[in-house]
């Protein structure tokens, strides 16, 4: 492992892996075996964590009775946001977000992907003071989501080199209250993603970047 050459092709594997990563939107019906979900969160939960407090939770829907009823509350959610006053007029935007949010419910497995509730001594230390949420999250920049976020990409990185197809979506977060109820999720867990995995049934190639030079500087 220590020479050179190995250590080349190990970080190739691993850019492949990060680089060849895409996200899939439609999914073949062959079922993603238990094992390779176990093998892919404990790949994911190697994922840097505020406070090593590993935070986040999953739970792995292969039921396709479950993976329907949580498309059933995304499209709930998505009826009432409908009926809003303030929606009138937007059937068009409520029908496109509609097929943005619930089409994770092709697939044959979906991970449900939970935040705890986290708080390190800095976030104590301003609650004492009693600063607003706006600004608490301004001076904390929700370090219990970007942990969960950084285990999301793990796992989204993981099913790719396991040729599998996966699209990390927040859309149907839309649905929270009801899906973590439908789920029996802890009562303090808050739904961050859902994650829907799958042998891929399209082509789908990696998406452009801008180039580095405008999302980098050095000073
Ligand atoms: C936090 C987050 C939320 C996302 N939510 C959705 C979603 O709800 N529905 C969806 O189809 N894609 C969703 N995506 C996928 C993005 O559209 C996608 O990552 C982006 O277009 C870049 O493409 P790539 O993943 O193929 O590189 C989400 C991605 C992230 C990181």
Redesign the pocket.
């Known amino acids: 492992m220590d020479d050179p050459t190995t250590r080349r092709l190990e970080l190739a594997k691993l850019a492949e892996s990060v680089r060849g990563r895409?996200?899939v939107?439609r999914y073949l019906p062959d079922p993603v075996p238990r094992a390779q979900v176990t093998a892919m969160v404990e790949l994911a939960v190697r994922a840097a964590n505020a406070g090593n407090a590993q935070m986040w939770r999953f739970i792995a829907v292969d039921d396709a009775a479950t993976r329907a009823a949580l498309r059933g509350a995304v499209d709930d959610a998505l009826d009432a946001m409908a009926a809003w006053p303030e929606l009138a007029g937007k059937g068009k935007e409520i029908k496109a977000l509609r097929a943005?949010?619930t089409f994770f419910a092709d697939a044959p497995l979906v991970l449900a992907v939970f935040a705890l509730p986290y708080a390190s001594r800095a976030d104590e230390m301003l609650d004492a003071r009693g600063v607003s949420r706006e600004e608490h999250d301004r001076l904390r920049a929700r370090p219990d989501l970007q942990s969960v976020?950084a285990a999301v990409q793990l796992f989204c990185t993981a099913a790719h080199a396991l040729g599998y197809g996966a699209?990390?979506?927040?859309?149907?977060v839309l649905a929270a209250p009801a899906i973590e109820t439908l789920l029996g999720a802890e009562p303090a867990a808050r739904l961050a993603?859902l994650v829907p995995v799958g042998r891929s049934a399209v082509a789908a190639p990696?998406?452009s970047r801008h180039p580095l030079a405008d999302v980098l500087e050095f000073r």
């Open positions: 895409a996200s939107r943005y949010a976020g699209c990390w979506m927040t859309a149907p993603a990696p998406s």
